[in-house]
């Protein structure tokens, strides 16, 4: 199972070590996406789906839309990581009246009835955030997981997931992960 521990761990393993040392500890992290833990096998490929539309990987998207579906995630499933998907991809910069009518409207979305559970929707949103590296999303959709139930560790699995896809850029996002996981009050919009 991943936990915070194991990620800080390996952080900071990585800042002793050289650039061999640090790769190999990226590929540590990045075997834990296919490893059993807190979020089941078949969210952590509509993680990886969500990801790999963002990133307009064709070849990704293919293989883990199949994947999906082989550990029994339907049509409705996959319609929705794309929904999901565009609608980050809709998104404006973090702050202003824009960010917030469209957080209210992904509220909604969320809230929405779907064939996937709200909490894991946050966390494909979170993957979505990582590789994009937005922290005003990082922010929203860890702190929105939480609200809706995640645990911690749930939501610090989607960083390896993150990492698989998107290397080293997506390891940078780490420190506003935990930020937005470490903040003293949650305040979500309602």
């Not at 998207?61 to 991809?89: M, N, P, T, W």
């Not at 896809?165 to 506003?176: N, R």
Request: proline letters at 5%; hydrophobic letters at 40%.
């Amino acid at each position: 199972m991943s936990s915070p521990d194991t990620f800080k761990h390996s952080l900071s393993r990585a800042r002793e070590y050289g650039l061999e040392e640090f790769l190999e500890i990226i590929g540590e992290l990045s075997q834990e996406s296919t490893k059993k833990g807190r979020i089941d096998r078949a969210s952590k490929e509509l993680i990886t789906l969500g990801i790999a539309l963002a990133k307009q990987c064709r070849r990704c998207i293919d293989i883990h839309s199949d994947a999906a579906q082989r550990l029994g995630a339907g049509d409705g499933e996959l319609s929705q990581v794309r929904k999901i998907a565009l609608f980050l991809k809709a998104s404006p910069s973090g702050g202003g009246e824009m960010w917030e009518s469209w957080e209210d409207s992904w509220r909604e979305y969320v809230l929405g009835r779907g064939p996937i559970e709200h909490h894991v929707r946050e966390l494909i949103a979170l993957g979505i955030a990582l590789v994009e590296q937005r922290r005003e999303h990082i922010r929203l959709h860890a702190r929105s997981a939480l609200e809706f139930g995640a645990p911690p560790e749930e939501i610090f699995e989607v960083m390896p997931i993150a990492l698989l896809m998107d290397g080293a850029p997506a390891l940078s996002q780490i420190p506003h992960l935990v930020e937005a996981l470490e903040a003293p009050t949650l305040q979500l919009s309602a």
